[in-house]
């Protein structure tokens, strides 16, 4: 059975520091890892994703996540955080047979000035 | 238009009341998607569609109904609903591939009152 743990629930970091969102993932098979992201009031987005390939996937705005298939995690980073980062960040593993994600339970980053 | 819509952004409603929550995506994806995304509680999924068809329904209650009469439009309709669905009321749409991703529409706070 797939799943995904995040193992932290909230995040508070000063701007212009680094961070780390932890994911672990659970699976039997090959997986795809996923991203999003969930700014207030808003839908979440797809932030970044690993298929295949280099184990290191990087975002448009600075995100970067690795893939290590030993220690079955993807944890997101990012060197220097900005005030806009704040939200809630979800890391998710697709089903490859079906139309079914697991999502983790999300991990809310709060930067402070 | 692009992107996946939802409507109506906020929604108040008793307890009696009969109310319908519209999403439409104009991307050419063919499967769509209702989540329930509670506080503090990992997103739930609740039906699956694929090509207009229902293929997952996770247990949840009579009392939402949902209704996809054509690829870009997907309904859920609610009667008679407790205070605790209140919650936000994710719709989001895919490709039949996995790797790509979901996109999800901005939502709706219901509130029961």
Redesign the interface.
């Known amino acids: 059975a797939q799943s995904v743990t995040q193992l932290d629930s909230q995040v508070p970091v000063f701007e212009e520091a680094p961070v780390e969102l932890r994911c672990n993932y659970s699976s039997s098979v090959s997986v795809y890892l996923f991203w999003y992201v969930q700014y207030p009031n808003q839908g979440l987005q797809l932030l970044l994703k690993y298929l295949s390939g280099s184990t290191l996937v990087e975002s448009i705005n600075g995100f970067e996540a690795e893939f290590n298939k030993s220690q079955t995690s993807f944890h997101l980073r990012k060197p220097s955080v900005h005030i806009s980062d704040t939200a809630e960040y979800f890391c998710a593993v697709p089903f490859t047979g079906g139309f079914k994600t697991i999502f983790g339970a999300g991990t809310r980053l709060f930067v402070k000035a | 238009e692009t992107g996946?819509t939802?409507t109506p952004r906020h929604l108040v409603m008793g307890m009696t009341n009969k109310k319908s929550l519209k999403c439409e995506q104009h991307l050419g994806h063919n499967?769509m998607?209702w989540y329930k995304q509670s506080a503090k509680k990992?997103?739930e999924?609740m039906f699956?569609y694929?090509l207009e068809e229902r293929?997952?329904n996770n247990s949840v209650p009579s009392r939402f109904s949902p209704e996809c009469p054509n690829s870009s439009h997907l309904f859920l309709h609610l009667h008679t609903l407790q205070p605790e669905d209140s919650a936000l009321y994710?719709c989001?749409s895919?490709r039949?591939d996995?790797?790509d991703?979901?996109?999800?529409?901005?939502?709706t706070r219901l509130t029961v009152v």
């Open positions: 996946v939802q499967a998607y990992p997103l999924l699956v694929s293929v997952e994710l989001a895919s039949s996995p790797g991703g979901y996109t999800f529409g901005s939502g």
